[in-house]
Antibody, heavy 123, light 106 residues
């Protein structure tokens, strides 16, 4: 199993960025996937989850209305579109694979993680 | 949201020590509690899921216990490679929430 994030970088407050996570080594279309972030020197914060077929999406209150999670199962890729970025969105963003696609215990069981991509929001 | 509180936030220990980290949920989570290990500059790694089940490849010196709101991660004999930060996380309900972390230092 491999998850490889990309798309991070420096962006000004109010700007936009799209992160990608390329998956391999498992049947991507069978598992929920999630974005988790970690601000510098801080703990882990769940951001968003999408179900296996993309029918269901879930967001943290801190990003609801600004971030959009999506996936392309034909390309084995997860995305996070981030708009109206704020300084407090500065973090390393990880994608993580769920154990399955049924119920909280499976979708929020993060058994594999990518190496992360750094997003810095600053003027 | 279900708040997860870990204690201590940091601890100092020696190789060979028995180490215990606790995690408390603000609402019951049955046994839907996972533990992750994170080393500096690296992604978190799943150690234990469903309170006490070791992820494949995790050494048996790691163990977990608890139910309801109170949980424990134990390292029976600390090894040099175990110095890291440990996080608990509940997978019982949305949003999934993490504890603040416990840094295990020499």
């Amino acid at each position: 199993v491999e998850l490889l994030e990309s798309g991070g970088g420096l962006v000004q407050p109010g700007g936009s960025l799209r992160l990608s996570c390329a998956a391999s080594g498992f049947t991507f279309s069978s598992f929920a996937v999630t974005w988790v972030r970690q601000a510098p020197g801080k703990g882990l914060e769940w951001v968003s989850t999408i179900s296996a077929r993309g029918a269901n999406t879930f967001y943290a209150d801190s990003v609801k209305g600004r971030f959009t999670i999506s996936r392309d199962n034909s390309k084995n890729t997860l995305y996070l579109q981030m708009n109206s970025l704020r300084a407090e969105d500065t973090a390393v963003y990880y994608c993580a694979k769920g154990r399955g696609d049924t119920g909280s215990s499976e979708i929020y069981h993060f058994d594999y993680w990518g190496q992360g991509t750094l997003v810095t929001v600053s003027s | 949201d279900n708040q997860m509180t870990q204690s201590p936030s940091s601890l100092s220990a020696s190789v060979g020590d028995r180490v215990t980290i606790t995690c408390r949920a603000s609402q019951t989570i049955s046994r839907y509690l996972n533990w992750y290990q994170q080393k500096p500059g690296k992604a978190p790694k799943l150690l234990i899921y469903a309170t006490s089940t070791l992820q494949s490849g995790v050494p048996s010196r790691f163990s977990g216990s608890g139910s309801g709101t109170d949980f424990t991660l134990t390292i029976s004999s600390l090894q040099p490679e175990d110095f890291a930060t440990y996080y608990c996380q509940q997978s019982y309900s949305t949003p999934p929430t993490f504890g603040g972390g416990t840094k295990v230092e020499i």
